[in-house]
């Protein structure tokens, strides 16, 4: 940004959304599922009710953590908003039961309002997961039938990253099979211990899967099984689709599901899971500069390097910038910053000495790439305002 | 820190050690397996020998990148380095025997000099994963009887978080019982299917347990194993304890590992790794203040919230910063981490306006806090000598 022609220096400025924003999560990407828009529209869509019913009553346990990860929060957001988005946006989906424990149910309330949650319902939790399934399947029926949903979603409060071309898949599958659930390969040789400790045989790899969430019921027989089932099923069983095989009759299809379905699980799961939350949100970033010839070149190299985001040349900036002609450029970006933070912009500043011969050019203009590279991929509210050198 | 009277800013720094240097990545933590070092002593040390097999020919194909990610670089480090750096530690392994793919023999014998690996030795590895262990069970035997390892660890390149403790408890176990395998319990519940895609039946999840490595043997029973083993194991087989197990009719005894110990698989899970990696790092960070009584207990007062760290007030600093009356911090502070980063020391500066009022001043603290937290946790090197404003 040339401020007027005594500082030769450039700003080249580097703008992110901010995940807060629900409106701003980018609806799934093409390609990612065997059952494209287009397929959608050959099979048709989605014409009966379909609701949802999320457990959320973890501990956090595993994690090592005192709060239970699905309220630990990302950019802002706590996951559980994200899990509760990706369904939300789903236009065919009516309602989203979440299942919480009675000692988090105002912080659940709490997050619905602050996150614009429209969907949602909550119901407390019983004392195991499939208790607390079992509620939500209840209160989905209870006003009346025709308000109860033909299909109804099981899936995982710790699993946010599922799509809208994959639950497609669930629901249909789940109308015509009465029960369906999302499997995967498994990562690691499984094997049957015996009871002092040593191996007694290794499963074949081929025969076994991992089963994933989400799954996929018609009403009554997910309803039908937890009414049949025993209080041992209750207190111990771990899996749906084993209660609509037991007491329904109903052998469950397994369809493979992407690999970002899997649970947070590890404190390290935590940081995966913020990895592919700023990956996604990277689209969302934008590069601003002034008029200069140089800066405008630049942000066109940088933006073809980056690929995912759009580029805005702000012309308006200049006018802002030399309101007063002595303004700082420092103070400057930190007041730019303020302003835009309530919009859920990130706005980091990078100045670039215009140098003057080609060898320092390159290496000024390798420092922008790095800088603008790096606060795109870390998105670190704490660095926002902070004019950078290059 | 007081440049001179008139100027009242103070400049807190914060400096972090960077991975590449092998030498400060810091020990095993106590406490965190079932092995202490007390109990090591009672049960005396390690006086046979034992020797490393690492199979590395993975292609990188589920991470979807095109980098093997064993060869994935972490804070300028690659992922294998800090496999075999974890290894290398442990002053009673002798060598670590790494299978590499023939394309990659130049790449990992300049990883093996440029972080100055002293005990590892490469072998071209084989069209299988068993293939390439068994090429490096054979490679371990070449130098005559007397120099074969009494135990062999078979591991993983991409699972850098072993511990000595745990390592101390496979080798020993190895000793005794022949054959040993780190287990971890099941994170999904793992059900068998039709071959039309149907679910089967669901396992009962306490008898199963996942299969992790290391895994220990005795020289003899894996060279026995392999020898024996049928090309179609060779070809097709995934588990040295299985081949234990059916050609030298030792069952393998099985010892619950850490969370940690899982196998980096997923493009997530490179973040969840760099995520550990910086965790573990953090503990080598500093801060430096200048000599004012403001900055001073700021320092103090982040060393207590960070905990981990340890603070240094480096008086000389001030005797640089002085040395021209005139010199600017943005420019000094550029100077430092350049003449820092060589030493593998990353140097951010933070200047803090001294403010005049109680509210402001406890505002600038919280932004030094926060930045100074950002600073440690992201580790980003694009960010080096830059001044950030608090």
């Known amino acids: 940004m040339e401020m007027n022609q005594n500082i030769t220096d450039d700003v080249v400025k580097c703008a992110t959304d901010r995940a807060a924003d629900p409106g701003i999560f980018p609806a799934c990407k093409a390609g990612k599922s065997e059952y494209t828009a287009s397929e959608r529209s050959s099979r048709g869509g989605v ?15 595993r994690t090592g953590l005192r709060t239970p990860k699905q309220f630990c929060t990302f950019l802002g957001r706590p996951l559980i908003s994200y899990t509760i988005h990706a369904f939300e946006r789903v236009s065919w989906i009516q309602r ?25 319902q909550t119901v407390p939790g019983g004392s195991t997961r499939h ?33 809208e071309d994959f639950l497609y898949k669930i629901v249909m599958t789940a109308k015509e099979q009465g029960a369906v659930g999302a499997i995967r390969p498994l990562v690691s040789t499984v094997i049957a211990t015996t009871s002092e400790g040593y191996l007694d045989h290794t499963l074949e790899r081929a025969k076994y899967r991992a089963s994933e969430m989400p799954q996929g019921f018609t009403y009554d027989i997910i309803y039908q099984a937890y009414k049949r089932c025993s209080e ?62 140089h800066a405008v070149t630049l942000a066109g190299a940088l933006w073809k390097a980056f690929g ?11 006018g802002l910038a030399i309101s007063g002609t002595m303004t700082e450029p420092a103070p400057l970006i930190m007041e730019l910053a303020s302003a835009a933070k309530p919009r859920n912009v990130l706005l980091f500043g990078i100045q670039l000495h215009q140098p003057n011969d080609l060898e320092q050019w390159e290496r000024s203009a390798l420092r922008v790439a790095e800088i603008t590279s790096a606060l795109i991929r870390e998105r670190n509210p704490a660095l926002v305002g902070q004019l950078l050198q290059a």
């Not at 399947?137 to 599922?162: M, N, S, T």
């Not at 995912?308 to 200049?318: A, I, K, S, Y």
Request: hydrophobic share 40%.
């Open 47 to 61: 014409d009966f009710p379909v609701s949802v019913v999320l457990p959320a009553g973890g501990t956090g346990e």
């Open 96 to 120: 989203i039961m979440v299942v919480v424990a009675k000692e988090n149910t105002e912080l659940m309330t709490d997050i619905i309002q602050r996150y614009q949650h429209t969907k949602v």
């Open 131 to 163: 208790r607390s399934i079992c509620n939500g399947v209840l209160a989905l029926g209870e006003d009346g039938e025709d308000k109860r949903p033909e299909v109804v979603i099981i899936h995982d409060a710790v699993r946010p990253f599922v799509e």
């Open 232 to 293: 041992s099923d209750l207190e111990f069983g771990t899996e749906c689709l084993h209660l609509a095989l037991q007491y329904c009759g109903t052998n469950a299809k397994l369809i493979e599901g992407p690999p970002t379905l899997w649970k947070v699980t590890y404190k390290r799961d935590l940081a995966a899971a913020e990895f592919i939350i700023k990956e996604t949100l990277s689209q969302s970033a934008c590069v601003i500069t002034g008029p200069s010839l």
């Open 308 to 318: 995912t985001f759009g580029m805005v040349h702000l012309r308006g900036l200049d």
